[in-house]
């Protein structure tokens, strides 16, 4: 019939997987505004099984929330930032330059972007769980390299974080022009932040 959904036989995990996928593509173009019965035709499911896998809109966004943000964070980060044998500057490019790879996509950004304008609260549990677990270390790094001669404040690491991060949203929200290799943009950006204590 013309106008119905016509459903593919998969099992439960990999139909959730599928619905998992089409919100994140989903959301990511029109924001959490989008009504569920759109995003239902364009998972290819009806509105009614959708919630039999997501209980609420609520439920779902926090699946998107965990695939898009948490699931990107990579365990190895914390300890390679404070591994004391290599330079700090060396693992502060190092750790940006992951962190660009993992979250420059048309998917992070855009969500992010969107959740911010709607005023949902994802951006402030992601803001507050990265702050915790990476910068705060982070800071911490620096005031140990610094002894003594310069004592960074949490703006200063986010004045680090936010210009490079301002990359991705020129590239992916307002389209602009971004070196393809960021490498020596990174670089240059933590040479900047190390400046107050270099000899």
Known sequence: MEGSIIRRRLDPAARREEIIRAAVA?????GFGGPTRELAQRAGVT???LYNYFASKAELREAVFERVYLGRIAPHWLPELRDRSLALRQRLCRFYGEYTQAIF???WMRIFMWAGLDGDA???RYLEHLSGLLLAPMREEV?????????????????????????GIRRFIYHQPVPEDLTPVIEAAVERFLAPFRP
């Not at 989903?26 to 029109?30: D, P």
């Open 26 to 30: 989903y959301f990511a173009e029109v």
């Open 47 to 49: 509105q009614a099984l």
């Open 105 to 107: 996509t048309y998917e």
């Open 122 to 124: 994802l951006n402030r």
């Open 143 to 167: 005031l140990a390299e610094a002894a003594g001669r310069w004592a960074p404040q949490m703006e200063d690491v986010w004045n680090l974080h936010g210009g490079i991060i301002y990359l």
